[in-house]
């Protein structure tokens, strides 16, 4: 058997490598599983490694490339005692302590690992539409978070692909900052709320492309364009647009934990108090468990609560 990690953290996006620097801090000499560089849903240092340009991020008044932002993340945490691997879980037990953690062969009769506790933070990724250049021009154009890169966008005309709240709460948001904006929906209504959609539609910058598609992306260092398509009649047109906000919703890397926490309808993990699970001993944070604000704050901040849960949680087992 192997030997028994006193915390193993699970995914390495703003919350785990916050998680990994407050428990390393307190002698708890954890080890990180990050993930595979290979893997669209584990993505080592979270989706801030697909980003350009941070800069809603505290402590850097000119902005900081999302790359090092986490390569800074991952420094500190090595620092400290982190015990960091580009590895990837493939089952986990939770059924009783210690817990026992697979990476590889998930058929394998040992574990890899085994841990007195353990901190979730796979984090979540943003459905993306599947089109080429899509992903090469994330940050240069294409973007799925209106919070974190609209300001860059300001008097340009930008689209917005997307019905339900997150899409027309990001239309509204972006026409603070654009000339226009024009919302993308395949279908003649939207999915989202009826005040929002009264928002959107008596607001003079946003405009409606009804039963409308994006089927090709144009732009090679930098967004120059979409080709959309009509669902009814089939016709196409082109669209001079600068900035392309996709927000057709998000998912949580939550399948691994499948039957083993408790998750809500859209598979976020569901925590509380704090970063507590349903099984006591695991915690959770990030995204993995925030379909709210998905922001690298805050899963920073509920990275540090899961951390600080874990550390009293082992000194009360301590204490019994």
Known sequence: MPSTH???IIGSGPAGLTAA???ARAN????LLEGEPSSTSDQPGGQ????TEVEN???FPEGVMGPELMENFRAQAIRF???ARQEKVSKVDFSQRPFKIWVGDPEAPEPTYLAQSVIVSTGARSLMLNLERERELIGHGVSTCATCDGFFFRDHHIAVVGGGDSAVEEASFLSKFAAKVTLIHRRDELRASKIMQDRAFANPKIEMAWNTEVVEIHGDTKLAGVTLKDTTTGETRELDVTGLFVAIGHRPNSDLFADILDRDENGYLITGP???????GVFACGDVQDHTYRQAITASGS???AAIDAERWLEAQEDH
């Not at 704090?274 to 006591?280: D, F, K, L, P, Q």
């Open 21 to 23: 620097i407050y428990t």
């Open 274 to 280: 704090g970063s507590y699970t349903n099984i006591e």
């Open 48 to 51: 801030l490694m697909l980003t």
């Open 303 to 305: 990275g540090c609560m």
């Open 81 to 83: 005692g982190t015990d």
């Open 28 to 31: 708890l000499e954890p080890l």
């Open 57 to 59: 991020f505290p402590g």
């Open 6 to 8: 006193k915390v193993v």
